[in-house]
């Protein structure tokens, strides 16, 4: 087996100082304390994400296409509609035919309101356990450095 020669192909000393290394570890940590509190609700947490999209789009009683809600959470086509399926399946959203016929307006039913009443506030105290290690400006810091990256 022929060694690896880091010093050549990395600017990085150690994993810990690649900003994407800890991305990916800091997040995969976080999600793992999401997807412990959506268990009990029956959500996974790609399905919360759908879940409370659909819910910000549709708030105003406006209907949104599958589409819409596949770019607001950052997801493609075909992620976003087994995700939407699975919603559907247990009875959370239901989806409509839309004026053009060619695509669905999901809405949340009366069940998915109830879970995502329950889900949202179990996510947003996870968050702040998780956060907590961080001074509130530190959050603030963070919030404003991944809408910079975001866009």
């Known amino acids: 087996m ?3 020669n880091f010093r050549h192909i990395s600017q990085f000393e150690t994993p810990e100082e690649s900003p994407g290394y800890l991305l990916w570890l800091v997040s995969s940590f976080w999600r793992s304390k999401i997807e412990v509190v959506l268990k009990p609700l029956d959500l996974t947490h790609p399905q919360f994400v759908l879940l409370a999209t659909i819910a910000w789009l549709t708030k105003d009683g406006k209907s949104v296409s599958q ?3 596949g770019r607001m959470a950052g997801l493609d086509p075909n992620t976003t509609s087994q995700i939407i399926r699975g919603l559907e399946a247990k009875k959370f959203i239901k989806r409509t035919q839309s004026v053009d016929e ?3 307006n999901p ?3 009366i069940l998915g309101s109830e879970q995502f009443s329950k889900a949202l506030p179990a996510v947003e105290s996870a ?3 998780f956060f907590a290690k961080l001074k509130t400006a530190e959050v603030g810091d963070i919030v404003q450095l ?3 990256l975001k866009r």
């Open 102 to 104: 060619r695509s669905k």
């Open 127 to 129: 968050d702040r356990d």
């Open 2 to 4: 022929k060694k690896i």
């Open 146 to 148: 991944f809408q910079k």
């Open 67 to 69: 589409a819409d809600i």
């Open 107 to 109: 809405t949340i039913t």
